[in-house]
């Protein structure tokens, strides 16, 4: 079961505007993050993200932010998927795919937020 804390939204529609973001693409698959104005019930930003050029089937995804880590089963088979997640404040978010043949992939995003504030300093 997924904690209240995460809402993933698994869907094959693809919709709205893209946002530029760096993503550091590790083994193969990309994320570009799209635009929305949707809260979580702590008022911080969901998360729309658009996973590209996966391999093959997973069995599971691991998130991790600067200060909290999830682990949970996750079944996908297409190459694309439509993801939503609500995670709080960040500054960089890895996505860590697990295959079912046992290879990993991983990508991260760097928050817009956290790097205007860094151009600031």
């Not at 909290?68 to 960040?90: C, H, N, R, Y």
């Not at 290879?103 to 760097?110: G, K, M, N, P, W």
Request: charged letters at 20%.
């Amino acid at each position: 079961m997924i904690s209240n804390r995460i809402r993933i939204r698994l869907s094959l529609a693809f919709t709205v505007l893209f946002f530029a973001l760096s993503c550091e693409a590790q083994s193969g698959f990309s994320v570009t993050l799209l635009k929305t104005s949707e809260l979580d019930s702590n008022h911080h930003p969901e998360l729309h993200l658009l996973l590209t050029g996966l391999r093959g089937p997973t069995k599971n995804l691991r998130v991790q932010t600067d200060s909290i880590t999830w682990d949970f089963p996750w079944s996908w088979k297409t190459q694309t998927a439509d993801i939503w997640l609500s995670v709080g404040e960040w500054k960089t978010l890895t996505l860590e795919l697990t295959y079912v043949d046992g290879d990993r992939a991983s990508a991260t995003l760097r928050s817009p937020m956290s790097t205007n504030n860094d151009q600031k300093k």
